[in-house]
């Protein structure tokens, strides 16, 4: 018997969970939220976790394929881009000004333009072999270019109100975009834990020498991979524009490096092969709600450079910690 009285498995069980990420950023979030609460009741009010919420599910969705770039040991930083001409491109579609097409067609050809613009880049990087940091970059200046061609200086305020019950709708009291973040969540998760292209993935990310002689597709799984998280990024445009007064060449500047924070501090290692959705979830959940914090501290726009440091700071400690999370077991 254990002379302290203690059970060494539950002790065992306690130190791995003060070792997860996970459990860290969970255990920091409540404290956000307890010491929020206290400073300011209102910051608990439903319609304030509503908004976080909805301000979150955008990320969510994003960071979902961006973390399957980085587990396989990519990188991709023309998400916000990617967002911008898509939110673009939908606008013009749907617009009455512009070309008035049905609000469905405008629909599956933003999803079509995500998945296109997102197997570009997966192609230039598994077939012609450019390092994806590159890609990426050159396609993150490019595509804001062409954003500001369809653009053409002037905004869109007229989408039609198929488009915008996306974005502010609700079924059942909850609002749509939440419905389609949840199904997004669902769906990489059965991807990653129960299908061969998740399986494949964490391998390729592990040990791509090893891969390669197992004879795994690596530059098959890399387009997909690219265009999987080009279509979510999609997906999260037609959540999230539509609740937006007008569109305008701004949309999504900033959105990379957000995403990017929430995936690598949700515990996705930079260098590949290691990743888990529910830490990335609140990574994603976590740094919505600083931003939100930031807001009720009444910083004013002093509120969006401090959001915009504490990315920085969260991006350096999280690379900094990465050799002690790849010595823990992969997930």
């Known amino acids: 018997m254990n002379p302290s009285g203690s059970n060494p498995n539950v002790q065992q069980a306690w130190f791995s969970l003060l070792k997860s990420r996970t459990a860290g950023l969970a255990c920091f979030t409540t404290l956000i939220l307890v010491w929020m609460s206290l400073w300011n009741p209102t910051f608990l009010a439903w319609s304030n976790l509503?908004?976080?919420?909805?301000?979150?599910?955008?990320v969510c969705i994003i960071s979902c394929g961006l973390m399957l770039v980085l587990v396989l040991g990519e990188i991709d930083i023309s998400v916000g881009s990617?967002?911008?001409?898509?939110?673009?491109?939908?606008?013009?579609?749907?617009?009455?000004s512009r070309w008035h097409l049905p609000p469905g067609v405008?629909?599956?050809?933003?999803?079509?333009l995500g998945?296109?613009?997102?197997?570009?880049?997966?192609?230039l990087v598994a077939y012609l072999k450019v390092p994806s940091i590159m890609v990426t970059l050159g396609m993150l200046t490019a595509l804001r270019g062409v954003t500001e061609v369809i653009m053409g200086g002037q905004w869109i305020t007229d989408l039609p109100p198929e488009l915008r019950s996306l974005g502010t709708g609700t079924w059942l009291g909850i609002p749509i975009c939440l419905w389609v973040t949840a199904a997004v969540v669902l769906i990489s998760l059965w991807l990653i834990h129960r299908s061969t292209l998740g399986r494949r993935i964490y391998a390729i990310g592990s040990h791509p020498k090893a891969a390669r002689l197992a004879g795994l597709p690596i530059a098959r799984t890399q387009c997909l991979v690219f265009a999987w998280t080009g279509f979510l990024t999609a997906v999260a445009t037609l959540v999230s524009v539509p609740q937006l007064s007008v569109v305008d060449a701004g949309i999504g500047v900033g959105m990379e490096l957000l995403v990017v924070t929430c995936v690598v501090v949700g515990g996705t290692a930079v260098s590949g092969g290691i990743g888990n959705l529910s830490g990335v979830l609140l990574g994603a959940l976590l740094m919505t709600m600083i931003s939100t914090v930031l807001i009720f501290m009444k910083l004013g726009e002093n509120a969006t450079y401090w959001?915009?440091?504490i990315q920085g700071l969260f991006i350096l400690g999280a690379i900094l910690l990465e050799p002690w999370t790849r010595s823990r077991k992969k997930p």
Do not use: E, K, Y
């Open 50 to 58: 509503r908004d976080i919420a909805v301000a979150a599910a955008p």
């Open 82 to 96: 990617m967002m911008g001409v898509l939110a673009a491109a939908m606008g013009a579609m749907a617009s009455a």
């Open 106 to 112: 405008a629909m599956v050809g933003t999803l079509t």
């Open 115 to 123: 998945v296109f613009i997102g197997a570009i880049n997966g192609w």
């Open 307 to 309: 959001s915009r440091a």
